[in-house]
């Protein structure tokens, strides 16, 4: 474990945000795809790199963490809370109680205004609209949070996500996963459509933002060269095992 | 309350389609409700055709060729009624009124009924409604004549002007009573009915027109003139058929029976109420047809609807992806596509009927006009209702299939995003 949350150091000690202990998932379908995770901690607060090539499973894996799909066998852990014991309707609420989840890319509503796509978890949060609530009110906070990831003004008041540029895009979606704090921030390559300055910028202000919330950070990619960013970098291949093709 | 305006926006964001669908939708339910009201307004005015006589009598025949000649003015009478029996009839003490009708010349096509002038008040229309003159009046003269409304439009007459009768019901005749020419002395307003497509004479100027021939010709070297006619007796030996008006609706039944036993001539007597029925029986398969046609129109435009948000789907997966991602259910996701299909259905019924109304409070005079249709402009009727409603539910279940495949998709693509 690295990256200890001091308080909690001492007594009971506070269970991880996220831990795996010998799960099994395999997709439905034709040509499954399976994948096996002995075991596997993120601490809370800690900022993790997932690397991997692509195909390797990470988005299994990250569907796996935020609940989007319930192991075969095994226990995913979050926050305590043993998802595969959560209804597929509990998970759904769980999710957004306590993720803030930033994709690749398309991660916006085209036809919503900017500050729509923002809110759009705290219609179903009613805890993180409650803590977004308490700074503010609720337009105020999408603001403030698009300002400080680096969004001007002008852009903000932007009718359509659409005409905004991947790059802004993607601080949008950060925003969105940020507002009204939730504990885990999952992030699938979300700079891969950047460049490499714009891409540096990006995480520092998203990870100056997750750390004020108190936040941990997952992100997966297959780009090494993010390492730095992290607090610890950990290589798919290391912690899971995959299968792909007909089981016969 | 966000999510249903995101529903909107997103819907406003395909609005050309979502506007084309509705307007599909819309039309759809336009024919289907007006197929429906031209159907309740084309039996109305049938059933109109006549009203206030209670029973037609003529030769023996089926009841249906009987209404068919004398009301319709299509085919021929087997026979005649003579003088005798009509005056027998007249004579009864529960018949009010009795109208003669003779038929058997033209005029261009048109039907030229002899009658007397009783006719023009006894003879009514939709629910009681008499026939009124848009200029003119009933024949003063032998030799006058009153036309309908059509006669009046498609030969372009005006009172006054000089018709020659011609013999047989041919629009093409070769033999006409041109020496004893009529004078046009009214034109009857549009009633919707074979009125309008009738000259009316008198009963005696039918006798007068004749009164030289025999067999069905002139006989040559003896014509009457014009002149030299007013001073005959014209009283006709025969008539084609009779309207008869009772006293009391109770005694139909039994006038009836003792026309049809009339033992001097063999008589049929008809409720015209009842032989419309039996012939709206006939001809009312075709509206079957149109209500299944326009029921069809329905069905397609709503596929029209499936496939738009089927096409529309790959765009959808990414936002169903990123509600799920922000804590959707996928109950929610399903919910919200299946809604925007009923909506846009919804949508188009609701278009649909008032455009119905708007068209047809614009073009109801026009239709009475030309077509002597009167369509009711009434509320949606109960059954009326349930099909609308049942539309809106088709609307919902159709939108459910790109919605569970949408679904499907999601549930596939887990977490991540697909273009």
């Known amino acids: ?248 | 309350m966000m999510i249903v305006r995101l529903a909107l926006q997103s819907l406003l964001n395909r609005r050309v389609t979502a506007c084309l669908t509705v307007l599909a939708i819309a039309v759809s339910v336009m024919l289907l409700l007006g197929v429906e009201k031209v159907r309740t307004g084309a039996r109305q005015s049938f059933a109109d055709t006549i009203s206030g006589t209670d029973l037609i009598v003529g030769a023996r025949s089926g009841s249906l060729n009987l209404l068919l000649y004398s009301v319709f003015r299509i085919g021929n009478a087997t026979n005649n009624v003579t003088w005798k029996s009509y005056q027998d009839i007249a004579k009864r003490p529960e018949v009010a009124w009795i109208v003669p009708l003779s038929l058997g010349d033209s005029h261009h096509g048109f039907r030229v009924l002899g009658t007397n002038a009783d006719y023009f008040t006894h003879y009514k229309f939709r629910r009681g409604q008499s026939m009124t003159f848009a200029v003119g009046g009933p024949f003063k003269d032998l030799f006058d004549a009153v036309i309908g409304s059509d006669v009046a439009q498609t030969l372009g007459y005006k009172v006054g002007d000089r018709i020659i009768v011609a013999h047989g019901v041919g629009s093409i005749s070769f033999i006409e009573h041109e020496d004893k020419p009529f004078r046009v002395s009214g034109i009857l307003e549009k009633t919707g009915t074979p009125i309008d497509r009738t000259v009316h004479v008198s009963l005696e100027a039918i006798e007068a027109i004749h009164i030289d021939w025999q067999n069905g010709a002139p006989v040559p070297g003896q014509s009457i003139s014009a002149d030299d006619v007013r001073k005959m007796d014209l009283t006709p030996t025969a008539i084609t058929a009779a309207m008869v008006g009772l006293n009391s609706k109770l005694a139909t039944f039994k006038i009836q029976r003792a026309i049809n036993d009339y033992q001097e001539e063999p008589l049929s007597a008809i409720m015209p109420g009842v032989a419309l029925q039996e012939l709206w029986g006939l001809v009312g398969t075709a509206e079957t047809a149109l209500s299944a046609v326009s029921a069809m129109v329905v069905a397609t435009a709503l596929l029209g609807m499936v496939t738009m948000i089927l096409t529309t789907l790959n765009e959808r997966r990414r936002e169903m992806a990123i509600l799920r991602s922000v804590g959707a259910t996928p109950a929610t996701v399903l919910g919200l596509l299946a809604a925007e299909g009923g909506l846009l259905t919804l949508a188009g019924v609701i278009v649909g009927t008032v455009g119905l109304f708007v068209a047809l409070y614009l073009a109801r005079p026009l239709i009475d006009r030309v077509y002597g249709l009167s369509l009711a402009i009434d509320p949606p009727r109960a059954d009326e209702w349930v099909k609308l409603a049942l539309i809106v539910a088709a609307g919902f279940i159709a939108g459910l299939l790109p919605a569970i495949r949408a679904y499907r998709l999601s549930l596939a693509d887990g977490m991540t995003v697909r273009t």
Do not use: C
Request: without cysteine; proline residues 5%.
């Open chain 1, 1 to 248: 474990m690295t990256a200890p949350v001091g308080s909690a150091r001492e007594g009971v000690r506070p269970p991880d945000a996220v831990s795996f202990t010998d799960v099994r998932y395999s997709w439905p379908g034709s040509s499954p795809f399976t994948i096996a995770i002995a075991e596997f901690a993120l601490a809370r607060g800690e900022k993790l790199l997932l690397l991997g090539p692509s195909g390797s499973g990470k988005s299994t894996f990250l569907s796996l963490l935020a609940g989007i799909v319930a192991p075969d066998s095994g226990r995913v852990d979050v926050l305590g809370t043993d998802m595969a014991a959560l209804s597929g309707a509990a998970r759904d609420r769980f999710r957004v109680e306590h993720f803030g989840i930033i994709f690749q890319m398309f991660n916006l509503l085209p036809y919503a205004s900017l500050i729509d796509n923002v809110l759009l978890p705290l219609r179903f949060s009613r805890t993180r609209r409650d803590r977004a609530l308490s700074e503010g009110s609720l337009e105020d906070v999408a603001v403030r949070l698009l300002e400080a990831l680096g969004l001007d003004k002008t852009v903000i008041a932007t009718v359509r996500a659409a005409s905004l540029s991947v790059g802004q895009q993607q601080r949008v979606a950060a925003a969105r996963a940020l507002i009204g704090a939730p504990q885990i921030i999952v992030a699938d390559e979300p700079t891969s459509a950047l460049d490499r300055n714009v891409e540096g910028v990006f995480l520092k202000l998203l990870f100056a933002q997750s750390t004020t919330a108190g936040a941990s950070v997952i992100m997966v990619s297959h780009d090494e060269g993010l390492a730095p960013y992290f607090d610890r970098v950990v290589r798919l291949d290391d912690i899971a095992t995959s299968t792909r093709g007909a089981l016969t």
